[in-house]
């Protein structure tokens, strides 16, 4: 009974993680993860990908943008609104594993206007094998939430 145990926890030990993987040094769109476990972006969309919802917002993972004239171009996530704002900051986004089976992870752009942060949660989900996004809320205040789902969400070894 104790060893039936133990192998359960070890099973729900190894599905979720809850680990930060390393980006690449030479794209924010790839990172790595504990066992060799790549997660790679690159080409889920084609980037920069406008998202409409109340407000638009524009997301730049794999290369800088600027939302204002004047603006360095070190911005991930832009909200357009009365005006335009950072959401986010392209340098050091951090990635987290949160589940193997199935594969989970998010991205947080931190460093936005007035401490703004953009959080992406990624899901495979079976029954919807076209990867879509969506804006969910802006909870709490200036924390923007956005989920991605879709059979390939940038885990390893997806066709």
Known sequence: MMLQLVLALLFLLDLSV??????????????????????DISSL?????????????????????????????????CQKADQYYNCG??????????QRD????????????DWRISIFTFTVTEEEPQTKITFLTEDPGLQYNFQVTGKCIGQPRCK
């Open 45 to 77: 969309f084609e980037y920069p990908l406008n998202i409409s919802s109340y407000y638009s917002y524009l997301w730049s993972p794999c290369s800088p943008i600027t939302c204002r004239q004047g603006d360095p171009y070190n911005i991930a996530v």
């Open 89 to 98: 900051e392209y340098r050091d986004p951090v990635y987290i594993l949160q």
């Open 18 to 39: 809850a680990e930060q993987c390393k980006v690449d040094l030479k794209t924010s769109c790839i990172a790595t993860c504990s066992n060799d476990t790549t997660i």
């Open 102 to 113: 199935p594969f989970m992870f998010r991205i947080e752009y931190p460093n936005g206007d």
